[in-house]
């Protein structure tokens, strides 16, 4: 079945270093890719995706790639806030909605 | 716009107790489910409808009914609650099959002793 993979956390940076969480994925057909991210307390927020192969996903200065070659998705950004703290989660989407499968999430602590 | 509202937002049950976890939409989307998050497991699919009057299983169905007789509510029933369902519940909806964009309530933290 289909299946996700992210980086075991957790990830703890300095405020301004860059940021990479790997995930890859195992899918049977032509997934779409997502990011969201979980802040304490709340649900979670789609932060980005993409549809196709060679697709770059972002927003609030993170990004994707699809890369279909190497089935993964990873998640950077350039400079990490305190603000970014919290757990990003990886999915994929294979067969509609009802098909949203999950990574385990990888929390990400930023310290001043 | 409130979203998606999901209450209580905590419960403590005992072994063998029944309830009914709420979630509701006010964004006219088709589509709803129910998650639930368990420490290094991610968010597995319990239950989701395509529409009122119409639902199905996910990935963890076993312990948990839906029924979703308005396109507005879709709620979760533990029968008989078991520790085994201790776990944060999460109601989403999408508007459409195509879209694949879910949004997520804040959750529900269930304990079961």
């Known amino acids: 079945g289909d299946s996700v993979t992210q980086m075991e956390g957790p990830v703890t940076l300095s405020e301004e270093a860059f940021l990479t969480i790997n995930c890859t994925y195992t899918a049977t057909g032509y997934p779409s890719l997502f990011w969201y991210v979980q802040y304490p307390g709340e649900g979670l927020q789609l932060l980005l995706k993409a549809t196709k192969a060679d697709d770059k996903g972002s927003n609030k200065g993170f990004e994707a790639t699809y890369r279909k070659e190497t089935t993964s998705f990873h998640l950077e950004k350039g400079s990490v806030q305190v603000s970014d703290s919290a757990v990003y989660f990886c999915?994929?989407?294979?067969?509609?909605?009802?098909?949203?499968?999950f990574g385990t999430g990888t929390r990400l602590l930023v310290s001043p | 716009n409130a979203g998606v509202t999901q209450t209580p937002k905590f419960q403590v049950l005992k072994t063998g107790q029944s309830m009914t976890l709420q979630c509701a939409q006010d964004?006219?989307?088709?589509?709803m489910s129910w998650y639930r998050q368990d420490p290094g497991m991610g968010l597995r699919l319990i239950h989701y409808?395509?529409?009122?009057?119409?639902?199905d299983q996910g990935e963890v169905p076993n312990g948990y009914n839906v029924s979703r007789s308005t396109t507005e509510d879709f709620p979760l029933r533990l029968l008989s609650a078991a520790p085994s369902q201790t776990s944060v519940y999460f109601c989403a909806s999408t508007e459409t099959a195509a879209y694949n964009e879910q949004f997520f309530g804040p959750g529900t933290r269930l304990t079961v002793l």
């Open positions: 999915a994929l989407s294979d067969q509609g909605f009802q098909k949203l499968v």
């Open positions: 409808s395509v529409g009122a009057g119409i639902t």
């Open positions: 964004m006219n989307h088709e589509y």
